[in-house]
C-alpha cells in the first residue's frame, strides 16, 4: 500500500487592502487558526477520487480530464479539488496512469472570506507532491496553487496563498518587477488580541465576481476607485507601522479601519445592510470592516470587530462570532504509512 500524505493549511483574513491588493497596493494579512486537511495517496488507476463533505462535490475523475483543466480547458466551478491535484500533477510531470486517492476535510467556512479556495488549492497541491514523493520549496507550492487560484478567480492578488501557506501574520506588497513580496510581521498578532471575526452570510457572488466588478467600475470611475484604492493604501501602511511599534491596537486600529471600510464602500463591495450594521458599531465606538472580496445584494462575508477600548460591540443576531486564533501556523505536513 503506497504512503499517505497529510497536510493542513489555515484561513486567512486580510486585515486591510483587499481590492487594492489586486493592482499592486499592499496588504496586511493574518492566518486564522480555522484549518483544512487533505490527505493524499497515490493510486495505479488513473483516476482521481475525492472523499470528504459535501462541499467538495465529490466522486471520481479521470486523472487525463483534470490535467486538461490544468492545460487551460473550462474547469467546472465546484471541481476545484480536481483542478488543483490535475495542475499539480501536469506541473510534476506524473507517468501516465498515475491517480490520487484524496480526502478532504475542512473546518473553514466557504462563502466567509477566509480563502476556503486558497486553503484547497494549497492543500492539495502540497498534499499530491508529498505523495508523489517530491519535496518541493515553499515558493513551487505557491506557484501551482496561484496557477490554480487564476482559474479559479481570473485576477488574484495572490495574498491569500501567501497568508495560508506561511501563516502568522504578513506584510504583501507587489513588486516592480510584478512578483509579491510577502514577510512577517513578528508583532502584529499581540496587537490583534480583540479583533472579532463575524460570518455575516455567504455572497450571491463569487470572489471572482467582486474583482472583476471593481474593475469595471474602474474603468468607468477610474477618479473614485483610484481615490479608494489610495485611501485603503494609507491605511495599510499606517496600520503596519502602528503593529510593528507595538501601539495599542485599540486606538491606531480604530480610525484605520473606518477608512478603509468607507473606502470599499465606495468600491460597492459592502452589502446595504452590513453597511448599516458597521454604522452602529461605529457609534458605539468600535470600528469594523468587510475582510475579503465582499458582496452586493446578500452577505458580504467575513466582517472583522474592533469593540470600542474597554467595551463590547453589540452586532446583528444573524451574524455567527468565529472563534479562532489569528496568526495561526500555515502550511503543516506529516506522512503516514
Known amino acids: 500500500m503506497s504512503p499517505?500524505?497529510?497536510?493542513?493549511?489555515?484561513?486567512?483574513?486580510?486585515?486591510?487592502?483587499?481590492?487594492?491588493?489586486?493592482?499592486?497596493?499592499?496588504?496586511?494579512?493574518?492566518?486564522?487558526?480555522?484549518?483544512?486537511?487533505?490527505?493524499?495517496?497515490?493510486?495505479?488507476?488513473?483516476?482521481?477520487?475525492?472523499?470528504?463533505?459535501?462541499?467538495f462535490r465529490t466522486g471520481a475523475m479521470s486523472a487525463a480530464e483534470a490535467m486538461g483543466f490544468s492545460g487551460g480547458a473550462e474547469a467546472p466551478g465546484d471541481r476545484l479539488a480536481y483542478l488543483a491535484c490535475?495542475?499539480?500533477?501536469?506541473?510534476?510531470?506524473?507517468?501516465?496512469?498515475?491517480?490520487?486517492?484524496?480526502?478532504?476535510?475542512?473546518?473553514?467556512?466557504?462563502?466567509?472570506?477566509?480563502?476556503?479556495?486558497?486553503?484547497?488549492?494549497?492543500?492539495?497541491?502540497a498534499a499530491v507532491f508529498t505523495a508523489l514523493g517530491l519535496r518541493v520549496a515553499a515558493g513551487t507550492i505557491a506557484e501551482v496553487a496561484k496557477r490554480v487560484e487564476a482559474r479559479q478567480h481570473g485576477r488574484p492578488s495572490g495574498v491569500d496563498v501567501e497568508a495560508v501557506l506561511r501563516g502568522g501574520t504578513l506584510w504583501c506588497r507587489r513588486t516592480a518587477e510584478g512578483t509579491l513580496a510577502c514577510a512577517p510581521l513578528s508583532t502584529a498578532q499581540a496587537g490583534l488580541t480583540r479583533?472579532?471575526?463575524?460570518?455575516?452570510?455567504?455572497?450571491?457572488?463569487?470572489?471572482?465576481?467582486?474583482?472583476a466588478s471593481v474593475g469595471l467600475l474602474r474603468e468607468r470611475e477610474p477618479r473614485?476607485?483610484?481615490?479608494?484604492?489610495?485611501?485603503?493604501?494609507?491605511?495599510?501602511?499606517a496600520a503596519r507601522d502602528a503593529l510593528a511599534a507595538g501601539l495599542d491596537a485599540d486606538r491606531a486600529l480604530?480610525?484605520?479601519?473606518?477608512?478603509?471600510?468607507?473606502?470599499?464602500?465606495?468600491?460597492?463591495?459592502?452589502?446595504?445592510?452590513?453597511?448599516?450594521?458597521?454604522?452602529?458599531?461605529e457609534a458605539q465606538g468600535g470600528a469594523a470592516k468587510v475582510s475579503g472580496a465582499?458582496?452586493?445584494?446578500?452577505?458580504?462575508?467575513?466582517?472583522?470587530?474592533?469593540?470600542?477600548?474597554?467595551?463590547?460591540?453589540?452586532?446583528?443576531?444573524q451574524w455567527k462570532r468565529l472563534h479562532a486564533r489569528l496568526g495561526a501556523p500555515g502550511l503543516l505536513e506529516d506522512v503516514a504509512a
Not at 480604530?254 to 454604522?279: F, K, T
Open 254 to 281: 480604530l480610525p484605520l479601519m473606518a477608512r478603509a471600510e468607507a473606502a470599499l464602500e465606495a468600491l460597492e463591495v459592502v452589502p446595504a445592510d452590513v453597511a448599516r450594521a458597521i454604522r452602529a458599531i
Open 4 to 55: 499517505e500524505a497529510a497536510v493542513s493549511v489555515p484561513g486567512k483574513a486580510i486585515l486591510l487592502g483587499e481590492h487594492a491588493a489586486v493592482y499592486g497596493y499592499p496588504a496586511l494579512v493574518t492566518a486564522v487558526d480555522l484549518r483544512l486537511t487533505v490527505t493524499a495517496r497515490v493510486t495505479g488507476d488513473g483516476r482521481i477520487t475525492v472523499d470528504g463533505s459535501s462541499e
Open 294 to 317: 465582499g458582496g452586493r445584494a446578500a452577505g458580504g462575508g467575513l466582517v472583522l470587530v474592533l469593540p470600542a477600548p474597554g467595551g463590547a460591540a453589540t452586532v446583528p443576531s
Open 224 to 237: 473614485r476607485v483610484n481615490a479608494a484604492l489610495a485611501s485603503i493604501e494609507a491605511a495599510t501602511l
Open 195 to 211: 479583533l472579532e471575526l463575524y460570518h455575516t452570510g455567504a455572497p450571491a457572488e463569487s470572489t471572482g465576481d467582486m474583482v
Open 86 to 125: 490535475g495542475t499539480a500533477l501536469a506541473h510534476a510531470d506524473a507517468p501516465s496512469g498515475t491517480g490520487l486517492a484524496l480526502r478532504i476535510a475542512s473546518d473553514i467556512p466557504p462563502g466567509a472570506g477566509l480563502g476556503s479556495s486558497a486553503a484547497l488549492s494549497v492543500g492539495v497541491v
